[in-house]
């Protein structure tokens, strides 16, 4: 016997064991007789018979190995679409994913079990539900019908007839264009816009229709011719125009004056005309062409008038008033003795800019009336600064507005002198008077010629007379003491 014999027979034996022990101990569904056939053993150790014993082995091997581990189990599926018209327009069916099959067609392996069928949409068809029981190793059959929702019938006649030469159509619902007095079928029911072809020089109609079941809805379709008019626009007169004048119409481009008469269609139109500076354009003129000629529009732009306006300032040349302005409405802000040469005729508002330290100029009304010359004037004020926040004590009055205040005892101030930024500028009997940015500021003083002690009360002022003393009287000594 040669090894790949032995080999065989091994296999053999091995699976025949295996075989036995499950059969011994009564394991269910075992097939043991499906493996191999028993009186072909003795075949086995036949060396004339290697390919037929191993053909058995592979085979017993197989069947152990289907036994253990069994092949998936199938059935079939089977559709018949219903009706007939159906299947001229792209009926189909499919289960699961597979491809889509025709009518009848069968699908096949498919693992059993309740399954949907799907259908393909068919415009106008109402597509079916279905599902069927596939069980293993059978042929589940099914009938579906795709029913024929409700539909209407449109039919339309296009007008007048001398377009009719040029071929109009007609659709519904983006269907084929049909001809006058064709009738379309239209599912389902309900509102829908037909479409018209275009027709140069006419406007198509533009018409809903409502679809009703088992209906025929017939209209009539009537192309309007398009007729048209011109707008003329020319100058009035012979005054000269600013080159950039121009007019449109409604929402158009701007045209020059003296332009090709524009062809427009019967309607409602506004020609309108260019800014142009320094010039005065013509009012908006509103058209309504209802007849096939030309309407002349005549206009011209006028020269704006202006007059010229300067603005002077008092006081004159302040230093302190150099951010000082003045404009005309919401205009250019120009300096005092400075011309506004385009003051337009009418009423206008002349402001003036606010100065710190200086009162707030009120603005001032103006008419212009002539193309000349107008001059205004303007005043500012000084706003009073606020007063000192000290107090004199004491004056010593030397005569002639001359003198020397007193805040305390130990601090003086001559006439000419600031204090705190206030000039001492006179000194009289009872009262003192500052100067500040030209204002002056009059305080009351209570003492003349005494001087305060820091303790308030009053001292003799050095070289003035002590009241109820003779001149030249000195004041007793004070009594010494004897030394010791």
Request: aromatic share 10%; glycine share 8%; charged share 25%.
């Amino acid at each position: 016997m040669n090894k790949r014999l032995w080999y065989i027979n091994a296999a053999l034996a091995a699976v025949l064991v295996i075989s036995w022990i499950f059969a011994i101990a009564g394991m269910p569904g075992y097939p043991s007789e499906a493996l191999f056939d028993k009186s072909d053993l003795s075949s086995a150790s036949d060396a004339s018979g290697d390919a037929d014993v191993e053909s058995q082995t592979i085979a017993a091997a197989r069947g152990f190995s289907n036994w253990l581990d069994p092949p998936p189990a199938f059935g079939s599926v089977k559709v018949k679409i219903e009706p007939e018209d159906v299947l001229t327009v792209g009926a189909g069916w499919r289960v699961g994913g597979s491809e889509w099959l025709e009518s009848e067609a069968v699908a096949e392996k498919v693992t059993p079990g309740e399954k949907n069928i799907s259908f393909k949409v068919v415009k106008g068809w109402v597509v079916p539900e279905v599902k069927v029981m596939v069980e293993k190793d059978k042929v589940a059959e099914v009938t579906a019908v795709y029913a024929i929702p409700p539909r209407g019938f449109v039919k339309v006649t296009l007008m007048p007839e001398e377009i009719l030469s040029q071929s109009p159509q007609w659709q519904i619902d983006g269907g084929q264009w049909l001809n006058s007095g064709d009738t379309s079928q239209v599912t389902p029911v309900g509102q829908y816009g037909l479409a018209f072809k275009d027709i140069e020089g006419w406007d198509k109609p533009a018409i809903n229709v409502t679809i009703e079941d088992q209906k025929t809805i017939e209209t009539i379709a009537e192309y309007v011719l398009i007729r048209y008019g011109n707008i003329n626009v020319k100058v009035l007169g012979d005054a000269s125009q600013p080159e950039a004048a121009g007019w449109k119409i409604n929402n158009g481009d701007w045209l020059a004056l003296g332009a090709e008469p524009q062809r427009n269609r019967f309607g409602s139109y506004e020609v309108s005309f260019k800014d142009v500076p320094d010039w005065k354009k013509p009012e908006n003129i509103k058209i309504n062409i209802d007849e096939e000629k030309t309407y002349d529009i005549e206009v011209a732009y006028t020269p704006i008038p202006y007059a010229r306006v300067t603005t002077n300032i008092n006081p004159v040349n302040d230093e302190r008033l150099s951010s000082a302005q003045w404009r005309i409405d919401e205009g250019e802000w120009l300096n005092f003795g400075q011309t506004n040469s385009k003051v337009t005729l009418g009423e206008h508002v002349i402001s003036f800019k606010s100065v710190t330290g200086w009162q707030p100029v009120e603005s001032l009304k103006i008419e212009i009336k002539e193309q000349t010359d107008y001059e205004f004037a303007c005043e500012y004020i000084r706003q009073r600064p606020a007063g000192p926040t000290f107090k004199f004590r004491s004056v010593i009055e030397t005569g002639g507005g001359q003198g020397v205040a007193f805040i305390s005892a130990q601090k003086g101030y001559k006439v000419g002198e600031e204090i705190e930024g206030f000039l001492l500028k006179h000194v009289a009997k009872g009262k003192v008077i500052l100067e500040k940015e030209g204002f002056e500021y009059e305080l009351e003083v209570a003492d003349n010629n005494q001087l305060v002690s820091p303790d308030g009360a009053s001292a003799p002022v050095p070289g003035q007379p002590v009241p109820g003393r003779p001149e030249g009287v000195r004041p007793p000594m004070p009594p010494t003491r004897p030394r010791q």
